[in-house]
């Protein structure tokens, strides 16, 4: 299995490389020691580790119905309405997720630029790709 840096960690996580040595200085991610003396993160662990604590966090929302993995909490950047549809724009983290919904939920739901909202993301195809260094 592949090991990390926390470096590489905390780009995957969305955090800091010091959240991620907190993590690992509190025992909740496991780590090793490579022949330099750097720490080093087993990929089994850390997604072990994410798929968790995705989960508590989907937890402490209280959304019921909804699985963790599919959930995007962000702010709302742009909202474009056109007669019947609208264009909503979200920034989660270092995601932007595009959603296009009717006018009447934009007005219903009070969505506009500056508002906290949550996606939740349903596709058929998901394409997976190594990542490139």
Do not use: Y
């Not at 090991?3 to 509190?26: C, E, F, I, K």
């Not at 909202?79 to 219903?108: C, K, N």
């Amino acid at each position: 299995m592949p090991s990390l840096t926390p470096g590489q960690v905390a780009d995957l996580a969305g955090v800091s490389t010091d959240t991620v040595r907190r993590w690992a200085d509190d025992g909740r991610l496991p780590t090793t020691r490579d022949a330099k003396g750097h720490r080093a993160i087993d990929g089994a662990d850390l997604a072990r580790f994410l798929v968790d604590r995705a989960a508590a966090a989907a937890a402490a929302d209280g959304a019921p119905g909804l699985s963790a993995r599919n959930r995007f909490r962000g702010i709302v950047t742009r909202v474009v309405t056109d007669g019947v549809a609208a264009t909503v724009e979200l920034q989660a983290g270092p995601h932007r997720i595009v959603s296009l919904i009717t006018a009447e939920a934009v007005d219903e739901l009070g969505l506009a630029p500056g508002v906290v909202a949550d996606a939740a993301v349903k596709a058929t195809d998901v394409l997976v790709d190594l990542a490139r260094p």
